[in-house]
Nanobody, 122 residues
Framework: VQLQASGGGLVQAGGSLRLSCAGS????????MGWFRQAPGKEREFVAVISYRGVSTYYADSVKGRFTISRDNAKNTVYLQMNSLKPEDTAVYYC????????????????WGQGTQVTVSS
């Protein structure tokens, strides 16, 4: 499956953004989907994951209560709604897919989008 992430941008602290990740070339509805992020000089870190039917979700503690992951399998798209953004949320955000039960370990994901930059100013 090919993934295309979009929706990043520059926002002030306290603002909101919605990221989208469109899938093509595979059975999107059969994939667990995750969002990860990587800030300059830091390792890629887990943000959120959603099961293939959208029944289960799981979040990193740092974003819990502020970010919401969702998916629309009819549109082959997964979303990340980000509210109450903080400067420390600044990073390149990546969507990723895997067939097996969901994981917060980026090494377990087989397919990756190209990333979209999110910059939060203070």
């Amino acid at each position: 499956v090919q993934l295309q992430a979009s929706g990043g941008g520059l926002v002030q602290a306290g603002g909101s953004l919605r990221l989208s990740c469109a899938g093509s070339g595979g059975t999107f509805s059969s994939y667990t989907m995750g969002w990860f992020r990587q800030a300059p000089g830091k390792e890629r870190e887990f943000v959120a994951v959603i099961s293939y039917r959208g029944v289960s979700t799981y979040y990193a503690d740092s974003v819990k209560g502020r970010f919401t992951i969702s998916r629309d399998n009819a549109k082959n798209t997964v979303y990340l709604q980000m509210n109450s953004l903080k400067p420390e949320d600044t990073a390149v955000y990546y969507c990723a897919a895997r067939r097996n039960p969901y994981s917060s370990d980026y090494a377990m994901y087989n397919y990756w989008g190209q990333g979209t930059q999110v910059t939060v100013s203070s």
